[in-house]
């Protein structure tokens, strides 16, 4: 099955400084990469997302990148506020697969003022 | 849309007891979930079911069972409950047939002593 590994687990920036997670996958059948933001006592929400057939994905301040070739994914996160701060899960999955995402272990985000 | 609901948020149980965690959803999806979220291992998949009338295991079954009551609600049953299952149990929906996003519930957070 497919397993995805995700780092670092803890990140510190400061405030305006970019933010970069990365995660890599092993099942080459996978081309659906969602990413999820989660605040603290809240459950999992999706920030961004990407497939297989595109390269790279924005959406304001942040963006996601996609090398099918390396098997690897990465969210990066330009001009960082307090207000990003969160656990940041990656996930993978084949699209034909009933929505089953097999999720990373998550980066603790801080971001200080 | 009150989204993804799930209850109850909190509860404690001794080891052995039995409980069912509820979880519905007004946004007429069809496929349903259910995650636990362990310190250092991201979400890990228990259940899911992929249309009303259908379940199926995911990566860590053991000790649980569900129920797919209408295409609504989702249910997880702990029928003896043990230590090791003491976790945040996060219930989640999509629409398969279109953009793949996962929505989350709030969470139950279940304690085993």
């Keep these: 099955g497919e397993n995805v590994e995700q780092h670092p687990s803890t990140l510190s920036v400061q405030e305006g400084d970019s933010a970069v997670i990365k995660c890599t996958y092993s099942d080459s059948a996978s081309n659906y990469f969602p990413w999820y933001k989660q605040e603290l006592g809240k459950g999992p929400q999706l920030i961004i997302d990407i497939r297989s057939n595109v390269g ?9 990148t996609l090398n099918k070739t390396a098997k690897h994914f990465s969210l990066h996160i330009t001009e960082t506020q307090p207000e990003d701060s969160a656990v940041y899960f990656c996930a993978a999955s084949p ?10 272990a998550g980066t603790q985000v801080v971001v200080t003022p | 849309n009150a989204g993804v609901t799930q209850t ?3 509860q404690v149980l001794k080891t052995g007891q039995s409980m069912t965690l509820q979880c519905a959803q007004d946004m007429n999806h069809n496929s349903m979930y259910w995650y636990r979220q362990d310190p250092g291992m991201g979400l890990r998949l228990i259940y899911y079911s992929a249309s009303e009338g259908t379940t199926d295991k995911g990566e860590v079954p053991n000790g649980y069972n569900v129920s797919r009551l209408n295409k609504r609600e989702f249910s997880l049953r702990l029928e003896s409950a043990a230590p090791s299952q003491t976790s945040v149990y996060f219930c989640a929906s999509t629409f398969t047939g279109g953009g793949y996003e996962q929505y989350f519930g709030p969470g139950t957070r279940l304690t085993v002593t």
């Design chain 1, 56 to 64: 790279e994905k924005k959406d304001q301040r942040i963006a996601v």
């Design chain 1, 95 to 104: 699209l034909d697969s009933w929505g089953k995402l097999q999720f990373g």
């Design chain 2, 8 to 10: 109850p948020k909190f």
